[in-house]
C-alpha cells in the first residue's frame, strides 16, 4: 500500500466497499488482494489465482502465432512479424502436430522439424511474407514486411498466417491484427511499444513528413503534485524540473490529489509547458478518476497537444483494492478509442489476484513490490499473520528479499505465457511490458522499518532490469538524499544512448 495516501485510501475504501463485496469477502470484510486482514476478521479463501493449465493432451500440439513488432506503425515503410512456433500440449493452445513428414525421395517419414510458413491480408490476398520456413518449437523469428498496401487509419487490418509440413500433409493457421494510424491531428507525441523487447519508442514530430523515432527507457518518481507546484512556481537552483530532469530521469509521474479534477487545470498547462521545454516525459496518472469515462475526457484533451505526454496510468493498486474486474478494460477501450498514440499502463500490488482481468486493461504493468526493512510474515500495521489466504504485510506473499521483486517479474511472464500468449497475439499484442516501482520511501509507523539503503536501491533496480523490467518508477519523490543520491547516480546510466539501444 502506497502510504503517503493512506488517509485518502482509507476514505476510497469505505467508498469502494461495496464494490470489494463483489469478492469473496462476508459482509463487513474489508480485503487486501482478496484476503482479510484485520485481526477481527478470520480467514477465507479468496480465489482469484492463476495457475498453471496442466499439460493433459496425449499428443503434442503446434502453437503456431504470429503478431506485429510494434503496436502500431506510423508513416513507416516496412513493418515486421514475429513468428512464434512452440511446442505445447496444453490443450486448446495449438493444433495436431505429428512428428513426420515424407519428401520426394523417400518412402518412409523423417523428422517434422521445420515448418513452412506465410502470412497474407486475407481480404485481399496480398502475400506480405512470401512462403519461408522457420523450425518447430522456435520462437521470436521476425520477418520484414512492405506497409505500402494499408492504408492508415484507426480500425486495425486482420493478418493471417499459414503453417504447413514440407509433404503439405498437416497445415496450421492462426491471424493476429496490425494497426497502421493515420497522423494524428492533435497530438504532440507518439509512443509506441516494442513487443518483441517490450521497450518503448517516442516521437516528438508525428505529424511530420519524416517521423523520428527514438527508443526510451523511462527511468524515474510517482512526484508529490505539491512538490511539483512549488517547484514550478518558486524554483531555485537546487528545487525545480531543471533540476529533477539534469539529477539522471526523463520522466515524471505526477500523483494527483482525491478530487476531480484531480489536478489544477492552469497549473497543470504551465507544468507541462515547462516539461515540454525540459523534454521531460510526463506519466499522467488517473487513479482516482479512471474508473468514470467523462472525467478521463476531461482531463485527457488537454493533455493531447504535448511533445512531453508519454502514457497514461489508470488504476493504483486496482487489485489490492478490490476494482470492479471489468474497470481497467473499460478505461483502456475507452483511451484507445480517444487516443490511440500512446500507451495506458497501470500498477498490480498483488502476487496472485484476479491476473487475467486486471492486466487485461494495461499494454504496461507496473509492479510494487517493496521488500526491504518488512516484517512479511506478521503485519507490522494489523497484527496479523501473513500467508496466501490472510492478512495484509505490505508486500502481498512476499518474503522480504530483493529476490520477491525478481520473482514476481517472473511470476507475470509465466501467467502471461498461460493465460496463453496466443490468445494475446490475437489480439494484435505479444506480451505486455513489465515495469518496477522500487521502494524509495518510509512511513513511520507503517509496513516498513525504515528507508532502503543505497545498496538495497541498487539491488531492486538491478534486479527487476536483470528479470525484464523496461522502466523504472520509484514510489516517490521527494526521497531520502541518500536514495536520491543514488537513484540519479543510476538514472544516469540507464536514460543514456546505450541501454535504451540495448
Ligand atoms: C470484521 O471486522 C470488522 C471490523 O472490526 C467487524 O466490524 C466485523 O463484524 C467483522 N466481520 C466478520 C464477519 O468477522
Ligand atoms: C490440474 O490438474 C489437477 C489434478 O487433476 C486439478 O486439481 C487442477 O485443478 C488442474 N489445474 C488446472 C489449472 O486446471
Ligand atoms: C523497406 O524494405 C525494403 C525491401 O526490403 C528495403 O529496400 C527498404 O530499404 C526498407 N525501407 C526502410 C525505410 O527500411
Ligand atoms: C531429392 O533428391 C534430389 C536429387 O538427388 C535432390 O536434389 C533434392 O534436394 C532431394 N530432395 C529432398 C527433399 O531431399
Ligand atoms: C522430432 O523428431 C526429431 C528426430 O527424432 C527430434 O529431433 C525432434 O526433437 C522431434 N520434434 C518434436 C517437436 O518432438
Ligand atoms: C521446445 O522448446 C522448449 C523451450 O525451449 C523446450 O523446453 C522443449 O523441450 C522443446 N520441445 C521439444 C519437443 O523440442
Ligand atoms: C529552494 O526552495 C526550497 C523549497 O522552497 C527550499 O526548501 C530550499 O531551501 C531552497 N534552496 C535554496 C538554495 O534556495
Ligand atoms: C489554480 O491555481 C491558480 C494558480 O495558483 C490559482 O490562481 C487558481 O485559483 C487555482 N484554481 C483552482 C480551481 O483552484
Ligand atoms: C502554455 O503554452 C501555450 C503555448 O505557448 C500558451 O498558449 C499557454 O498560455 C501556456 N499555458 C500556461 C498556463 O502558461
Ligand atoms: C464523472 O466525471 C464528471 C466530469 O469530471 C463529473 O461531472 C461527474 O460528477 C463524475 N461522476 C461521478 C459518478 O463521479
Ligand atoms: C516479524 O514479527 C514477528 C512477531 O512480532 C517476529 O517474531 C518476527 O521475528 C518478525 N520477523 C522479522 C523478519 O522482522
Ligand atoms: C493463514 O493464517 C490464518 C490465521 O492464522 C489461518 O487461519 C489460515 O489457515 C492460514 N492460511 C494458510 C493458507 O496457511
Not at 119 to 132: D, H, K
Not at 141 to 154: G, K, Y
Not at 237 to 264: C, E, Q, V, W
Not at 413 to 441: D, E, N, Y
Request: charged share 15%; net charge negative.
Amino acid at each position: 500500500m502506497k502510504s503517503p495516501y493512506k488517509l485518502l485510501g482509507a476514505i476510497f475504501t469505505l467508498a469502494t466497499h461495496d464494490v470489494a463485496s463483489a469478492f469473496n469477502n462476508p459482509p463487513g470484510v474489508d480485503i487486501w488482494c482478496g484476503k482479510a486482514y484485520r485481526a477481527t476478521n478470520a480467514s477465507f479463501n479468496p480465489d482469484g489465482w492463476l495457475f498453471e493449465p496442466n499439460a493433459t493432451s496425449p499428443s503434442p500440439l503446434l502453437d503456431l502465432r504470429v503478431y506485429p513488432r510494434m503496436n502500431y506503425y506510423l508513416n513507416d515503410q516496412n513493418g515486421s512479424f514475429i513468428v512464434d512456433a512452440p511446442i505445447s500440449y496444453i490443450p486448446g493452445q495449438g493444433q495436431k502436430f505429428s512428428n513426420k513428414t515424407f519428401n520426394a525421395n523417400s518412402s518412409t517419414p523423417t523428422a517434422f522439424t521445420t515448418l513452412q510458413i506465410e502470412i497474407t491480408n486475407p481480404v485481399t490476398g496480398e502475400v506480405l511474407v512470401p512462403w519461408t520456413e522457420i523450425p518447430i518449437n522456435s520462437t521470436d523469428n521476425e520477418f520484414s514486411f512492405s506497409l505500402s498496401s494499408f492504408t492508415p487509419r484507426l480500425d486495425p487490418y486482420n493478418i493471417q498466417i499459414f503453417g504447413a509440413s514440407p509433404d503439405a500433409v498437416q497445415t496450421f493457421q492462426s491471424s493476429t491484427l496490425l494497426t497502421v494510424l493515420p497522423k494524428p491531428q492533435n497530438s504532440g507525441s507518439a509512443v509506441r511499444i516494442d513487443q518483441l523487447y517490450g521497450g518503448l519508442q517516442v516521437a516528438t514530430n508525428p505529424s511530420e513528413d519524416s517521423i523520428s523515432w527514438k527508443p526510451f527507457f523511462p527511468f524515474s518518481f510517482y512526484t508529490n503534485w505539491d512538490w511539483i507546484t512549488t517547484a514550478l512556481l518558486s524554483p531555485n537552483s537546487t528545487f525545480s524540473l531543471d533540476a529533477f530532469k539534469a539529477s539522471g530521469y526523463n520522466m515524471i509521474h505526477p500523483i494527483p490529489g482525491g478530487g476531480d479534477p484531480p489536478f489544477n487545470a492552469t497549473l497543470f498547462q504551465l507544468f507541462l509547458n515547462k516539461t515540454d521545454s525540459l523534454n521531460l516525459f510526463v506519466m499522467y496518472d488517473m487513479r482516482w478518476t479512471y474508473q468514470n469515462l467523462t472525467s478521463i475526457t476531461t482531463q485527457i484533451l488537454p493533455l493531447l497537444p504535448h511533445p512531453s505526454l508519454l502514457l497514461y496510468y489508470t488504476g493504483d493498486e486496482p487489485d489490492g483494492q478490490g476494482d470492479p474486474l471489468s474497470a481497467p478494460l473499460t478505461s483502456y477501450t475507452h483511451l484507445k478509442q480517444l487516443d490511440p498514440y500512446h500507451p495506458t499502463s497501470l500498477c498490480l500490488n498483488c502476487a496472485n489476484f484476479h491476473f487475467d482481468a486486471y492486466s487485461a486493461g494495461a499494454d504496461i504493468l507496473l509492479s510494487d513490490v517493496y521488500p526491504t526493512a518488512l516484517n512479511a510474515t506478521f503485519s507490522r500495521v494489523y497484527h496479523t499473520p501473513c500467508n496466501a489466504t490472510y492478512g495484509d504485510c505490505g508486500c502481498d506473499d512476499c518474503d522480504g528479499a530483493l529476490a520477491d521483486i525478481a520473482a514476481r517479474l517472473d511470476a507475470w511472464a509465466s501467467f502471461q505465457r498461460w493465460l496463453g500468449l496466443g490468445r494475446q497475439s490475437a489480439r494484435g499484442r505479444g506480451a505486455k511490458s513489465r515495469w518496477t516501482v522500487p521502494q524509495a520511501f518510509w512511513d513511520a509507523g507503517g509496513f516498513w522499518a525504515r528507508y532502503p539503503t543505497q545498496s538495497e536501491v541498487v539491488g531492486m533496480v538491478l534486479a527487476a532490469l536483470n528479470h525484464g523490467a523496461t522502466g523504472v518508477v520509484a514510489w516517490a519523490w521527494p526521497t531520502a538524499a541518500e536514495v536520491a543520491g543514488v537513484m540519479g547516480a543510476l538514472g544516469r546510466v540507464v536514460v543514456g544512448e546505450t541501454v535504451p539501444g540495448f
